[in-house]
Antibody
Framework: QVQLVQSGAEVKKPGASVKVSCKAS????????MHWVRQAPGQGLEWMGW????????NSAQRFQGRVTLIRDTSISTAYMELSRLSSDDTAVYYC???????????WGQGTQVTVSS | SYVLTQPPSVSVAPGKTARITCGGN??????VHWYQQKPGQAPVVVIY???DRPSGIPERFSGSNSGNTATLTVSGVEAGDEADYYC??????????FGGGTKLTVL
C-alpha cells in the first residue's frame, strides 16, 4: 500500500533551519507530486509547496518563497523540505502528501512536529 | 490569491444532516476536495472531485459544487463524525488552497 513515513520531531532555535524527510513506498515515487503542508497549534492547514519528483521542478506558496527548499532523492524515494530562518511562528506539525495537478492530496504522512524555541 | 471561506463551526444532533459550506469566487469551475481531520491525526480525504467518495468512506458523506459554493453533506451524523473538515482546490497558479476549516460538533 502507498505509505509516506516522515522523520522524527525536531526542536530548533530561532534563526536556525530544519530539514524534514518523507520516505515514500508502495508506488512509483516519480509518478506523483509531493506536497508539504503545515499546521500550527490549533490552526488550519497551510500549503507550503510541491515538488515534481520526476523533474525536480518546484512551486511554493508566496509567503515561503526564499525560505523553503524542496528537494528529492529518487534513488531512495525520499523528499525533503528545508525551512530556514525559523521563528516561533514556524512551530507546527509538518506533513507531506502526494497529489498531482487538480488531484486530491492522498495519502498523507504521519506528520513531523517542529518546535522553535529559544 | 484565491480564498476559500468556511464557517468556523457547525453543530448537529446525532442522526441529523450536517452541511458544511466552502465559498470561493466561481468555485463551481474548480474541482473541490474535502478532508476530515481528527485530533492528533493526519487529514483523510472524504470527498474528491466535488462529489466522488473514496473506498471506505461511508455513503453518508456526499458533496456538491456550483456557483460560488461547494458543500459537504454528512447525513445521519454519528458521534464518530466529529472532526475538523477542510475544503481544498488548486488555483490558476498551480498553488494548492485550503479553506480555514470547520469544526463539526455532534451534540
Amino acid at each position: 500500500q502507498v505509505q509516506l513515513v516522515q522523520s522524527g520531531a525536531e526542536v530548533k532555535k530561532p534563526g536556525a533551519s530544519v530539514k524534514v524527510s518523507c520516505k515514500a513506498s508502495g508506488y512509483t515515487f516519480t509518478g506523483y507530486y509531493m506536497h508539504w503542508v503545515r499546521q500550527a497549534p490549533g490552526q488550519g492547514l497551510e500549503w507550503m509547496g510541491w515538488i515534481n519528483p520526476n523533474t525536480g521542478d518546484t512551486n511554493s506558496a508566496q509567503r515561503f518563497q526564499g525560505r523553503v527548499t524542496l528537494i528529492r532523492d529518487t534513488s531512495i524515494s525520499t523528499a525533503y523540505m528545508e525551512l530556514s530562518r525559523l521563528s516561533s511562528d514556524d512551530t507546527a506539525v509538518y506533513y507531506c502528501a502526494i497529489g498531482d495537478v487538480r488531484q486530491q492530496l492522498n495519502p498523507w504522512g504521519q506528520g513531523t512536529q517542529v518546535t522553535v524555541s529559544s | 490569491s484565491y480564498v476559500l471561506t468556511q464557517p468556523p463551526s457547525v453543530s448537529v444532533a446525532p442522526g441529523k444532516t450536517a452541511r458544511i459550506t466552502c465559498g470561493g469566487n466561481n468555485i463551481g469551475s474548480k474541482s473541490v476536495h474535502w478532508y476530515q481531520q481528527k485530533p492528533g491525526q493526519a487529514p483523510v480525504v472524504v470527498i474528491y472531485y466535488d462529489s466522488d467518495r473514496p473506498s471506505g468512506i461511508p455513503e453518508r458523506f456526499s458533496g456538491s459544487n456550483s456557483g460560488n459554493t461547494a458543500t459537504l453533506t454528512v447525513s445521519g451524523v454519528e458521534a464518530g463524525d466529529e472532526a475538523d473538515y477542510y475544503c481544498q482546490v488548486w488555483d490558476s497558479s498551480s498553488d494548492v488552497v485550503f479553506g480555514g476549516g470547520t469544526k463539526l460538533t455532534v451534540l
